[in-house]
């Protein structure tokens, strides 16, 4: 009986914690994303410190309660941040490619995990340039002869921003989680 107390205690402390971390993380996340209405030069910049903020709800709590974190800071984002193409770019990138990543990082081919994370990042990055022409009404033809090139420049600041995140888990987990001591999955 009193082992069966302990263990609903001890759940009860693991669920507060997780809330409460969770919070912790989408309050940070959101106000990163609000930040950019004070600094425009960080619009790219401060969603993707955000979505890294994602990592150790990943580690953590694990893929699901991550993806409620995301949902989270995206409607947040949506309606308390100033700067809204910064929200779009958490929302249609930076807030959900952790999140991604170690879904596609279990995939044992080097190379297959390269093709998905490059066409994911190449459908996201598309796709956010065209909601910036609805919502901002930027021209159509502003990349017009230098989209291939904007494209190949993206793409290899995909792949160094691939690896940094990738360091950053390898930080969190051998630095910075021995720090918080956190326990909770």
């Known amino acids: 009986m009193a082992a ?13 914690l997780a809330v409460a971390f969770g919070g912790i993380i989408t309050a940070f996340s959101v106000i990163l994303i609000i930040l950019t209405g004070l600094f425009p030069i960080a619009q790219l910049a401060l969603p993707t410190m955000a979505g890294m903020l994602l ?3 990943v580690i953590e709590f694990g893929l699901g309660r991550a993806a409620l974190i995301y949902i989270a800071v995206s409607l947040l984002s949506l309606f308390l941040a100033p700067d809204k193409g910064s929200a779009i770019y958490y929302i249609l990138f930076f807030g959900h490619y952790p999140i991604l990543k170690n879904i596609i990082e ?16 190449n459908i996201c990055a598309i796709s956010s340039y065209f909601a910036a022409l609805k919502i901002f009404g930027i021209p159509n033809d502003m990349l017009k002869y230098g989209y291939p090139l904007v494209l190949l420049i993206i793409n290899v600041t995909f792949i160094v921003y691939d690896i940094a995140v990738s360091r950053l888990v390898v930080f969190y987990i051998y630095r910075i989680r021995k720090l918080l001591k956190i326990k909770v999955r």
Do not use: D, S, Y
């Open 106 to 121: 279990r995939i044992r081919l080097k190379p297959v995990q390269w093709i998905i994370k490059i066409v994911l990042f």
């Open 55 to 57: 990592i150790a709800a």
């Open 4 to 16: 069966a107390a302990v263990r609903g205690e001890c759940l009860n402390r693991e669920k507060t």
